[in-house]
């Protein structure tokens, strides 16, 4: 009992802001490259084919499947003949910054049972209008502009569809967190001062952060926490740092209308050339080409 308490407030520190829900009907114009959004996108497929791809493998969308999309995850989406799709796009929020998905930058498939199409019908049906009805093209849809509207409409949102919507994004992200290629960042596992190091990044993206000063605080020889936090997440510290910094860029750069000096001093950037050289480093674009490419946006 103990243990599924633990678990509950764990869980429960995360929270969703929809941006859209809808079922669309795509076709050959459904082709889009190097996508690299802040949100999650969920796909359940009741006709037709399609692809996503990445780097790194080349996904078949299928009928009778449900797909999740992390944020930060740059893909490319597909269709050659005809596609129909119930779809869902979404924030996620955490108490202590630290993504459900925070190890799983990938994307993942699993058979839809009867629940996920009840789920994906009825977050439609308690959330009519939340479509993207500009375009189906994330260069014309990603835009600052259209981030505020959707905001509104949740704030307008009864306590009874809030609730129900967190319920539905909650139950279908369940769904993937048992999958061999899920691999969970468990506090329980994690030495506390690890955990606590990522906690203190996260909710201090905007301070010049140093290894060094991060083994201080966790009063550990600084190689010595080095080895534990590569051990622990995969990471140097730095470069978990650097993720975590450019992911907070990349958020406010398609969320906001911010300038470059304005972003870094957010992220605690000294100059725009190590930041902009960072960004590269981390998403494999320059700050413009990211904007260019996957956004639509002129700063």
Known sequence: MKKNNSLMKRFLKHSFSLLNVEYVK?????????VLSPYYRVYY??????????DHANLLLEAGYLYIIPSFTLCSLSCDEYLSQYFIQFFEESGNGISLFQNNRTIMKVPANETDIANMKRILHINPGRGINRSNNPKVYEKHIYYKEYQELNNNQSS????????????IISRFLNLGSFK??????????????????????SQHLTVAHLAERANQNQDY?????????????????HERKIERAQYLMTTTDMSY????EEIG???LSYFSRTFKKVTGFTPEQYKKKNLGIHM
């Open 26 to 34: 795509l076709n050959h114009n459904w082709n889009f490259k190097n």
């Open 45 to 54: 497929i009741d006709e037709g084919e399609g692809h996503i791809s990445t």
């Open 160 to 171: 009874a569809t809030f609730i129900e919507t967190q319920g539905i994004i909650l139950q």
């Open 184 to 205: 969970p960042l468990s506090p329980n596992s994690m030495p506390g001062k690890i955990l606590e190091a990522m906690n203190y990044i996260q909710l201090n993206l």
């Open 225 to 241: 926490f080095s080895r534990l936090f590569m051990e622990s997440t995969g990471l140097r510290p730095l470069m978990y740092i």
């Open 261 to 264: 000096v304005k972003i870094i």
């Open 269 to 271: 950037f000294e100059d």
